[in-house]
């Protein structure tokens, strides 16, 4: 079994804020995937489904991002995960926007979600899907910034973003994190 989330906060006030990407593409890769994402377990918005021979559950954490991992140390307890059955998809402002990464596991870059997960787990051997959103211009507030929601024109660059994202998800789930690096972090 593997559990993905999709970090970000809770609330429709946050629903379309670059905080909130991670979500996003999880909520659509789950919404294809024929995923029910619904009542709350675990601090948590949860679905259950299938990627091939793959059990997979969807997780959209309902703490604020800085209290992520409570929920996700929840669900891997609960289900007996390891952190290499975790896949965290998350917004990160050290790439250039529309840009994702992929990585096996990592430390936590600033991003205080992460941290959150690294502390809870014990552990920062976990699957990253990392998806940019760029930094404020003229070193703008980050916290402002992140919690603003994309414009039209960032819009559009986001639609396709989440879409590759939402591929890329596909390919870690099915063929592996190492197979999609190759293929995604170009």
């Known amino acids: 079994m593997k559990a993905v989330f999709g970090l970000g906060n809770p609330g429709t006030g946050y629903e379309r ?74 917004d990160d402002m050290d790439l250039e926007l529309g840009k994702i990464r992929i990585r096996p596991r990592g430390g936590d870059g600033g991003h205080r979600g992460i941290r959150s997960i690294i502390e809870e787990l014990g552990s920062p051997d976990f699957a990253r899907l990392r998806i940019g959103i760029g930094r404020p211009p003229d070193d703008d507030d980050t916290v402002d910034f992140v919690l603003m929601p994309f414009t039209a024109e960032e819009r559009e660059i986001i639609d396709e973003t989440i879409q590759r994202a939402h591929t890329a998800l596909v390919t870690i789930l099915t063929h592996g994190v190492e197979f999609a690096m190759n293929e995604f972090n170009g």
Request: net charge positive; no cysteine.
């Open 17 to 90: 804020t670059r905080h909130n990407i991670g979500r996003m593409v999880v909520a659509s890769w789950a919404a294809d995937a024929g995923i029910k994402i619904g009542g709350r377990r675990f601090e948590a918005r949860t679905g259950m489904g299938r990627m091939g021979q793959q059990a997979v559950i969807a997780a959209l954490p309902q703490t604020y991002m800085n209290l992520s991992g409570r929920s996700v140390a929840r669900v891997a307890s609960y289900y007996k995960l390891s952190p290499g059955d975790i896949v965290i998809v998350y």
